[in-house]
């Protein structure tokens, strides 16, 4: 099963949006609305912002919105402050015979 | 409040075995899936292994299938990863983590290194 395609790297200013794709097949992003968000700080677990596509955890700011065209997915981050630089990222379930896979990471700078 | 505590990692050889642990605490451990993911130094998050909250249900990354098993133990609230045959590419921060009903990690432990080198 191959990663979930995301950019490598986004930046953006402080106040700015910016947006992550996740890009799959129809075996898993395309066919199901199992995605999920995560967000990474150096040294630390990764931490869940998003999942079912478009749902936010209780506590994950709102600042924070997921949603899905096809087979691709996206995060977008509006009004970026310093804590969100971070690594992000994307899951999906998979209907192959390993049920689940990660996108391969994208670094968030705030610039 | 929910806690994943992994243990067991460190230094091995090519070739040889480690038995990773993770206790669970703060939630019904009997109710939810449970999962491995593991993430080599300077690289992304790669998902190992997969157990149903009965067991009844095993998956495993092509990566580590037929070397690693995975198990858990209700009762001890506690969460199994036994490693066999390790290469130097297994070398990583292996997680626990708990599975939400649409595969969403929703809690994650503080991970576990494990350097298979000689």
């Known amino acids: 099963q191959s990663a979930l395609t995301q950019p490598a790297s986004v930046s953006g200013s402080p106040g700015q949006s910016i947006t992550i794709s996740c890009t799959g097949t129809?075996?898993?992003?395309?066919?199901?609305?199992?995605v999920s968000w995560y967000q990474q700080h150096p040294g630390k677990a990764p931490k869940l912002m998003i999942y079912?596509?478009?749902n936010r955890p209780s506590g994950v700011s709102n600042r924070f919105s997921g949603s899905k065209s096809g087979n691709t997915a996206s995060l977008t981050i509006s009004g970026l402050q310093a804590e969100d630089e971070a690594d992000y990222y994307c899951?999906?379930?998979?209907?192959?015979?390993?049920?689940?896979?990660f996108g391969g990471g994208t670094k968030l700078t705030v610039l | 409040e929910v806690q994943l505590v992994e243990s067991g990692g460190g230094l091995v050889k090519p070739g040889g075995s480690l038995r990773l642990s993770c206790a669970a605490s703060?939630?019904?451990?009997?109710?939810?899936?449970m999962n491995w993911v593991r993430q080599a130094p300077g690289k992304g998050l790669e998902w190992v292994s997969s157990?149903?909250?009965?067991?009844?249900?095993?998956y495993y990354a092509d990566s580590v299938k037929g070397r690693f098993t995975i198990s858990r133990d209700n009762a001890k609230n506690s969460l199994y990863l036994q490693m066999n045959s390790l290469r130097a590419e297994d070398t990583a921060v292996y997680y626990c983590?708990?599975?939400?009903?649409?595969?969403?990690?929703?809690?994650w432990g503080q991970g576990t290194l494990v350097t298979v080198s000689s």
């Open positions: 157990i149903s909250s009965s067991s009844s249900y095993i």
């Open positions: 703060g939630f019904t451990f009997s109710s939810y899936s």
């Open positions: 129809s075996s898993d992003v395309g066919g199901y609305n199992y």
């Open positions: 899951s999906s379930y998979t209907s192959s015979s390993t049920p689940l896979v």
């Open positions: 079912d596509v478009s």
């Open positions: 983590a708990r599975v939400g009903r649409n595969w969403q990690f929703d809690y």
